[in-house]
């Protein structure tokens, strides 16, 4: 597993050794995939690029934090957004940003686990989460999403798939890289 880069080592570390949680937090974390880091703006917008996102798309943030790709998909490539958050927290902020930048009728969030989310509406799929968890989503998106479907992932591969494109770009001198792929027909 490659080692996850510096944001997401402070966030994963803040995670496994919190407080043990109790009741529903408790369930969220057992249920956590990845901790709340955030995709810089440039790096959001090539992924939303790379995927060829317009009007026409249908676009999946799973695990989408404060809902800054879905409100990028839908304000600046019109498409409409689906995203899936496990925290309500974040949820409730993405659900509010979209309302604040006027894209609620493109926007859509679910509070729930990506594992229970139905994929098969989705053209592009987003992930910024750790190679563990990519793995494990592996099977469902190979299951549930339709040929020709986009899947790209922020710094973190989807291990066993080989990539369309890899590109890297710096932001504030930190490279991150950015995996396309191409769901294929199936056998
Ligand atoms: C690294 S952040 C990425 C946020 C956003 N997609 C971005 O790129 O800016 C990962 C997000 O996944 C959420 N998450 C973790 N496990 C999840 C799960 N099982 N189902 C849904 N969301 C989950 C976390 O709460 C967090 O908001």
């Given at each position: 597993?490659?080692?996850?880069?510096?944001?997401f080592a402070i966030a994963l570390l803040a995670l496994l050794v919190g407080a043990p949680a109790q009741g529903q937090h408790g369930q969220e974390m057992?249920?956590s995939l990845a901790p709340y880091v955030t995709s810089p703006h440039n790096v959001v917008e090539r992924m939303l690029e790379l995927c060829g996102v317009?009007?026409?798309?249908?676009?999946?943030?799973?695990?989408?934090?404060?809902?800054?790709?879905?409100?990028?998909?839908?304000?600046?490539?019109?498409?409409?957004?689906?995203?899936?958050?496990?925290?309500?927290?974040?949820?409730?902020?993405?659900?509010?940003?979209?309302?604040?930048?006027?894209?609620?009728?493109?926007?859509?969030?679910?509070?729930?686990?990506?594992?229970?989310?139905?994929?098969?509406?989705?053209?592009?799929?987003?992930?910024?989460?750790?190679?563990?968890?990519?793995?494990?989503?592996?099977?469902?998106?190979?299951?549930?999403?339709?040929?020709?479907?986009?899947?790209?992932?922020?710094?973190?591969?989807?291990?066993?798939?080989?990539?369309?494109?890899?590109?890297?770009?710096?932001?504030?001198?930190?490279?991150?890289?950015?995996?396309?792929?191409?769901?294929?027909?199936?056998?």
């Open positions: 597993m490659k080692p996850p880069t510096t944001m057992k249920k317009d009007d026409g798309k249908v676009v999946y943030d799973l695990g989408c934090g404060d809902g800054r790709i879905l409100i990028a998909a839908a304000k600046k490539h019109g498409a409409h957004a689906v995203g899936v958050e496990l925290s309500p927290k974040w949820a409730q902020v993405a659900t509010d940003s979209a309302v604040a930048a006027g894209v609620q009728d493109k926007v859509r969030v679910l509070q729930q686990d990506m594992m229970d989310a139905d994929l098969s509406g989705a053209d592009v799929v987003t992930l910024y989460l750790i190679s563990d968890a990519n793995s494990r989503l592996r099977p469902k998106l190979e299951k549930e999403l339709r040929p020709g479907a986009c899947v790209v992932s922020h710094d973190f591969e989807i291990e066993g798939w080989k990539p369309r494109k890899v590109e890297k770009i710096m932001v504030y001198q930190r490279p991150h890289s950015i995996y396309v792929y191409r769901i294929s027909a199936k056998k």
